[in-house]
C-alpha cells in the first residue's frame, strides 16, 4: 500500500460530503417517493454506474450459482435491507438524528467481529468506546419517546439501529468471501437489490404523484449516482491504494456532516440530548479505532 497522496485526501472529502449529505438527500426525495421505490431507484442508478465501471475495467459478473448466492446475501444485507430501514425510519425520525444513530455501525460491527472473527478483540479502550457509544444511543432513545413529526418517533431509532446490524453482518460475511474483484462485487449486489425491488416498488409508489415535486427527483439522482454509483468507486480507489485504515476517520466525520446537514440545511431542530449524544457517539467510535504504532528497525 501507497502512503496517501493528495489525491486520496480529495477522495476521502468526496466520501464524507456524499455520505454525510445521504440522509439529507433520502429526506428530500421521501417528499415523493415510497422507501421501497426511493431504494430501488437509488440500487438502480448506482448499478448503472457501477455497471459503467465494470465495462471500463473489462470485467464480467460471475455466472457461478454459489457466487450469485453470495451476491444475493452480499445485497440483502449490505443494500436491500439497511436502506430500506433507513428510508423508513426517516419518515418518523430526523434525517440528522439518523445519521447520528448510525455511527453505532463500527461499534457494532466490532462487537460482533469480537464473536464470529478471530482477529477483532475487545481492548480496554475499546470497552470504553462501545460504553460511550451505547450510552449516547440510549440518551437519544430516553429522549422525548412519542412523538416526531406525528408518528412514533422510537421505532424510527430502532428500526435505525437494525439497519447498523444489518451493515455489521454484511461487513463480516464479506471478510469471510473467496477473493475477488471489488468492483465486481459492488455492481453485482447493487444489481440484485435493483431486480429485488423493482416489482415492490413498482407496486407500492404511487407513479400518478410522482412527479410533483423536481427537487425530490433531482435529491434522488444525486443519491443514486453520486452518493452510491460514484461513491462506491472512489471507495474501492482508496481501499486498494492506501488500505481501509485511511478510511477511518469517516466513522465519526460522516455522522457529523448529516447532522449539521439536517440542522443547517433542513432546518430540523436539535435540543441538549442530540448534542450530548453526538459527542458521546464520536467519541466511542474514535475509542474503537485501532492504534498503529510505530515500529523502527
Request: hydrophobic share 55%; net charge positive.
Amino acid at each position: 500500500m501507497m502512503p496517501p497522496k493528495p489525491k486520496h485526501w480529495v477522495l476521502l472529502l468526496y466520501l464524507v460530503v456524499f455520505w454525510g449529505f445521504a440522509f439529507g438527500l433520502i429526506a428530500m426525495a421521501l417528499e415523493v417517493f415510497h422507501p421501497v421505490a426511493l431504494v430501488w431507484g437509488r440500487l438502480t442508478l448506482g448499478a448503472i454506474v457501477m455497471g459503467c465501471v465494470l465495462f471500463y475495467k473489462r470485467l464480467a459478473l460471475p455466472r457461478d450459482p454459489l457466487w450469485l448466492l453470495r451476491l444475493l446475501v452480499l445485497s440483502v444485507t449490505g443494500n436491500v435491507l439497511p436502506f430500506v430501514l433507513i428510508a423508513w425510519a426517516e419518515q418518523h425520525v430526523a434525517s440528522g438524528e439518523v445519521g447520528l444513530l448510525m455511527a453505532l455501525m463500527p461499534i457494532t460491527t466490532l462487537v460482533m467481529g469480537h464473536y464470529l472473527l478471530t482477529h477483532e478483540r475487545f481492548t480496554r479502550q475499546r470497552m470504553m468506546g462501545v460504553f460511550l457509544g451505547l450510552a449516547g444511543v440510549a440518551l437519544l432513545l430516553g429522549d422525548d419517546w412519542w412523538v416526531y413529526g406525528g408518528e412514533l418517533r422510537l421505532s424510527g431509532q430502532l428500526v435505525t439501529l437494525l439497519a447498523t446490524f444489518c451493515y455489521a453482518a454484511n461487513g463480516i460475511y464479506a471478510k469471510r468471501l473467496p477473493v475477488i474483484d471489488p468492483v465486481v462485487l459492488s455492481a453485482g449486489s447493487l444489481a440484485v437489490g435493483s431486480v429485488l425491488l423493482f416489482a415492490p416498488a413498482m407496486w407500492l409508489q404511487d407513479w400518478t404523484q410522482a412527479y410533483a415535486l423536481s427537487s425530490a427527483w433531482f435529491a434522488l439522482f444525486i443519491l443514486g449516482t453520486m452518493a452510491t454509483g460514484v461513491a462506491t468507486w472512489v471507495y474501492f480507489i482508496v481501499v486498494g491504494e492506501v488500505g481501509p485504515g485511511f478510511l477511518s476517520t469517516i466513522n465519526y466525520l460522516i455522522p457529523g456532516v448529516a447532522f449539521l446537514v439536517g440542522i443547517t440545511v433542513l432546518g430540523e431542530t436539535a435540543g441538549w440530548p442530540q448534542y450530548t449524544a453526538l459527542l458521546l457517539v464520536l467519541s466511542g467510535v474514535w475509542l474503537i479505532q485501532p492504534r498503529h504504532t510505530k515500529v523502527t528497525v
